[in-house]
């Protein structure tokens, strides 16, 4: 199985007050922010591995993970981060950040689709900067292939994935037919969420996404990584979305303290009115 | 600021540092405060670091490390501690880092090839057994006895204040073998399990809590004579050799923890109140969080100066002794004046800063107290 997964790097969440706006509020200042993956991002490459081995060898590959970002330079970092933890081959469309949007990308990895020709496109079911959500749905619909958004669990079958989605209330499984897209949720990790066909179904992965050692992390240098020019993916760069506006979140009053939870009942219904 | 990392550092060395501080945060920092408080931390922490790569780090593949230096090595234990704020944890993992150097060193193949791969996949624990009851600074005179019958030794003595000794598996000690004065000494593995081998007790003591500090006891304790490393009573060079390189890691220890109250005294400045303003508002504060970060940055240079002096080859045994002083001063000063920002919370068992005061009184003390790096300065000054 060959496998494209789609990363992208974000402001890290745990910094997020370093995130600032100027007084005209037309851009964020990215300046002094540190960069992280996209953590759902980082979820789908670890379904990716896990699709692509017999989780009781993880040592030994059993089909390819590409990973391509979109980025300047310096995301070469975060793809080299990705070959460490164990894909095979990396991209990087060079672009700028702020000439980008999900409409752009979708039809600019459409175009990397098909010449790399993945069984299946694997990301983050959004990006937690923008938290736009859309960039899978529509290169799904681009592709014309099977989708499938929210991954919860994916077991591999022959020719195609049965992938389970958390819903309201329940669990919902489809099947996709092979190539398809999938984007994922932050449960994917969990230890018995991925199986390939060679994986046993008693194994049992540790929790989250793996670790990369030294020698990984020494190997990742070597490993392919090829630039490749926005402009060759979609000579069409006009963006759909435009910013008009950014504001940071107005500050959080003092809470108070109640005395007992009758009080507590009390101020929920007659002040905060949510019962 | 005080954690930028060194200009020796590659872009493979900040990816380490990244996983670590991912593994820290995420297996570590939860149960820090209760394991302190516990004055453990579960085994099987041992064998999720070994598969997160973390224990190999600084050893040969061939032994079942992952490669690397001691620049690596410092990074590692610097993101473990401050990604998983327990110092008694990070240590307690981390005894093998002084305990399986000599036999690296100066071991056969078929010792490395014995010894090295369970540690380094967590299965066993190593500890290193120098001090003894009697004294810790004037290693030359220990006392621990190990005479020669047939082909064993018989060791009669005791070691005291040794990390992971409580639970170690084997324990790289230092034994008398020929006559008085450094050159009677020998290194002997001892493995757990030997008759006449065992723990006296479990020591409670002021900070590093999590990690067990155990007296030792060899009463008639027979090791086969296959267990000595090296050549007999040529012992005291490696333990010699090794002290550098621990200086090198404690120093580094140091300048985790100083960065660890440094932050949360910064965290804390911006959140505390007085005087109808957050208490960062006072100059004499702020000159105080300047004073520690100063401190730091010139403790974490001179530590990096050396370990790439180090690792290109040349000695640094002054320097090392140098290094460890300034770090274990900035740190002792970084936690007091941590404390002090924290006011009555910095002097409550609850409060990170409190514990790490207590953890920093170590490091002036293990590993060689500032005393006798002074000793080994001066040496090497040639006065
Ligand atoms: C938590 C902890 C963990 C430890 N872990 C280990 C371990 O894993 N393995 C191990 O082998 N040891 C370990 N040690 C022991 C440590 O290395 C010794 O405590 C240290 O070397 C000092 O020895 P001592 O305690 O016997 O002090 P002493 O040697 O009795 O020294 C007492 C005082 O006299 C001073 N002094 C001694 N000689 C001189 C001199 N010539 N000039 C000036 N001043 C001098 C010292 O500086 C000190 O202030 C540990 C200690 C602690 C507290």
Redesign the interface.
């Known amino acids: 199985m060959k496998i494209l997964v789609a990363l992208k790097r974000v402001a890290d969440p745990d910094n997020a007050n370093k995130v600032k706006i100027p007084a005209s509020g037309e851009k964020i200042d990215t300046t002094g922010l540190e960069w992280k993956p996209n953590p759902f991002d980082e979820y789908a490459l670890e379904a990716a591995l896990r699709l692509t081995e017999n989780g009781t060898q993880p040592k030994v590959r059993a089909g390819e993970v590409v990973v391509v970002t979109f980025g300047p330079k310096e995301t070469e970092t975060t793809l080299r981060a990705a070959l460490a933890t164990g894909a095979d081959r990396a991209i990087r469309v060079d672009a700028s950040d702020d000439k980008l949007d999900g409409d752009l990308v979708a039809r600019a990895l459409k175009a990397l689709v098909e010449k790399e020709k993945p069984d299946v496109v694997l990301m983050g079911k959004q990006a937690v900067d923008g938290d736009s959500n859309q960039v899978g749905q529509i290169l799904a619909e681009l592709l014309d292939w099977p989708m499938a958004t929210f991954a919860a669990t994916i077991r591999e079958e022959a020719g195609a994935l049965l992938v389970g989605r958390e819903v309201d209330g329940g669990v919902s499984t489809l099947r996709v037919k092979l190539p398809a897209v999938v984007t994922v949720d932050l449960r994917i990790v969990a230890p018995t969420s991925v199986y390939s066909t060679k994986t046993p179904s008693t194994h049992k992965y540790n929790d989250g996404v793996r670790f990369a050692a030294l020698p990984a992390i020494m190997a990742a240098k070597k490993k392919p990584l090829v630039e490749v020019k926005l402009a060759d993916l979609a000579p069409d760069q006009a963006l759909k979305v435009s910013y008009h506006g950014f504001a940071a979140p107005p500050a959080r009053k003092a809470g108070i303290k109640v005395k007992d939870v009758s009080e507590l009942v009390s101020k929920l219904k007659n002040e905060a009115k949510v019962l | 600021m005080t954690s930028l990392p060194s200009l020796h550092e590659t872009?493979?060395h900040?990816?380490?540092r990244?996983?670590i501080r991912?593994?820290a945060r995420?297996e570590i920092a939860p149960f820090a405060h209760a394991w302190e408080e516990a004055n453990e931390f579960p085994r099987e922490l041992y064998e999720k670091a070994a598969?997160?790569?973390?224990l190999?780090?600084g050893y040969p593949?061939a032994y079942g490390g992952?490669?690397?230096d001691l620049s690596?090595m410092i990074a590692a234990t610097e993101e473990l501690i401050v990604g998983g704020t327990s110092v008694g944890t990070a240590v307690g993992l981390g005894s093998h880092a002084i305990a399986l150097p000599p036999i690296l060193n100066f071991g056969t193949e078929e010792q490395k090839k014995r010894f090295l791969p369970p540690v380094l996949a967590g299965e066993k624990i190593a500890a290193l057994a120098i001090t003894e009851p009697g004294g810790g600074s004037d290693v030359a005179s220990l006392q621990t006895r190990a005479v020669k019958d047939g082909d064993h030794y018989v060791v009669t003595g005791a070691k005291t204040f040794i990390t992971s000794g409580c639970r170690a598996d084997f324990v790289t000690t230092a034994v008398r073998t020929g006559g008085e004065g450094h050159g009677g000494i020998s290194l002997l593995v001892i493995e757990r399990g030997t008759p006449g081998f065992s723990v006296g007790k479990k020591l409670a003591k002021m900070g590093w809590w999590a990690s067990d500090t155990a007296e030792l006891v060899f009463d008639g304790c027979r090791v086969p004579r296959e267990n000595l490393i090296g050549e007999e009573n040529t012992g005291f060079i490696p333990i010699m050799t090794n002290f550098a390189v621990e200086r090198l890691l404690l120093a580094g220890n140091c300048v985790a923890i100083a960065s660890l109250a440094y932050d949360e005294a910064v965290r804390y400045a911006r959140e505390r109140r007085a005087f109808g303003k957050p208490i960062m508002g006072f100059q004499v504060l702020r000159h105080k969080l300047a004073d520690m970060a100063t401190r730091i940055a010139a403790a974490r240079a001179l530590m990096n100066d050396v370990i790439a002096r180090h690792l290109r080859g040349d000695m640094v045994t002054g320097l090392a002794a140098m290094a460890k002083n300034t770090a274990t001063d900035a740190c002792s000063f970084v936690c007091d004046e941590a404390v002090q920002i924290f006011g009555g919370h910095g002097y409550m068992r609850e409060t990170l800063v409190e514990r790490l005061y207590r953890d920093a009184r170590l490091y002036p003390i293990g590993g060689g107290t500032r005393g006798i790096m002074n000793e080994i300065i001066c040496k090497t000054e040639g006065y």
Do not use: N, T, Y
Not at chain 2, 51 to 54: I, N
């Open positions: 872009p493979e900040a990816r380490l990244d996983e991912r593994f995420r598969r997160a790569g973390m190999g780090v593949e992952s490669g690397g690596h």
